[in-house]
T-cell receptor, first 114, second 111 residues
Framework: DAGITQSPRHKVTETGTPVTLRCHQT?????MYWYRQDPGHGLRLIHYSYGVKDTDKGEVSDGYSVSRSKTEDFLLTLESATSSQTSVYFCATPRLAGGTNEQFFGPGTRLTVL | GESVGLHLPTLSVQEGDNSIINCAYS??????FIWYKQESGKGPQFIIDIRSNMDKRQGQRVTVLLNKTVKHLSLQIAATQPGDSAVYFCAENNAGNMLTFGGGTRLMVKP
């Protein structure tokens, strides 16, 4: 997984509770991404970061916030979890081999909101 | 808006046969495409990529074809094996290091 870890790997929580997912990388990549994956859908970008304290919204950012206080960690927060946020969440970093944007993915976090 | 999609949601092939997975894209400005394989319970894994200035690229048992005229991308797997059973995604590179993913095709290999 190119030095990407995600924690927790599984979480069950209740509607209305805050949840934070962590992505940790060891390759010193500038860019980091958070995606969600749902049945019948491909991966959809939630937020991404292009440096410490530099983040931007993706396609499905509503209900999510992110923070990047240091290069190696990118946090995804659900301020008040809803059942529609039940999903598998993947973090990714680019390899930038030969200038291309191949992305490496972490193992994923399965989140269930009851 | 711009999107990447797939023709077939499920493809079932006999072990040893060749597999072809298709993908249509709509962003004519995309300059780079990737195929990913995702096994159950795991994150997507890179298979092969192709730049828009190419129409074919070969890897080990896999070939990607790009037809820019009709905005079509395909992944060919030769001599499909049970270990190839997975969901396959195409992705296109947008500006600013962003990828847009298709919905995925499940490949099932029958022994």
């Amino acid at each position: 997984d190119a030095g990407i870890t995600q924690s927790p790997r599984h979480k069950v929580t209740e509607t209305g509770t805050p949840v934070t997912l962590r992505c940790h990388q060891t390759e010193n990549h500038r860019y980091m991404y958070w995606y969600r994956q749902d049945p019948g859908h491909g991966l959809r970008l939630i937020h991404y970061s292009y440096g410490v304290k530099d983040t931007d919204k993706g396609e499905v950012s509503d209900g999510y916030s992110v923070s990047r206080s240091k290069t190696e960690d990118f946090l995804l927060t659900l301020e008040s979890a809803t059942s529609s946020q039940t999903s598998v969440y993947f973090c990714a970093t680019p390899r930038l081999a030969g200038g291309t944007n191949e992305q490496f993915f972490g193992p994923g976090t399965r989140l269930t909101v009851l | 808006g711009e999107s990447v999609g797939l023709h077939l949601p499920t493809l079932s092939v006999q072990e040893g046969d060749n597999s072809i997975i298709n993908c249509a894209y709509s962003n004519s400005a995309s300059d780079y495409f990737i195929w990913y394989k995702q096994e159950s319970g795991k994150g997507p894994q890179f298979i092969i990529d192709i730049r828009s200035n190419m129409d074919k690229r070969q890897g080990q048992r896999v070939t990607v074809l790009l037809n820019k005229t009709v905005k079509h991308l395909s992944l060919q797997i030769a001599a499909t094996q049970p270990g190839d059973s997975a969901v396959y995604f195409c992705a296109e590179n947008n500006a600013g290091n962003m990828l847009t993913f298709g919905g995925g095709t499940r490949l099932m290999v029958k022994p």
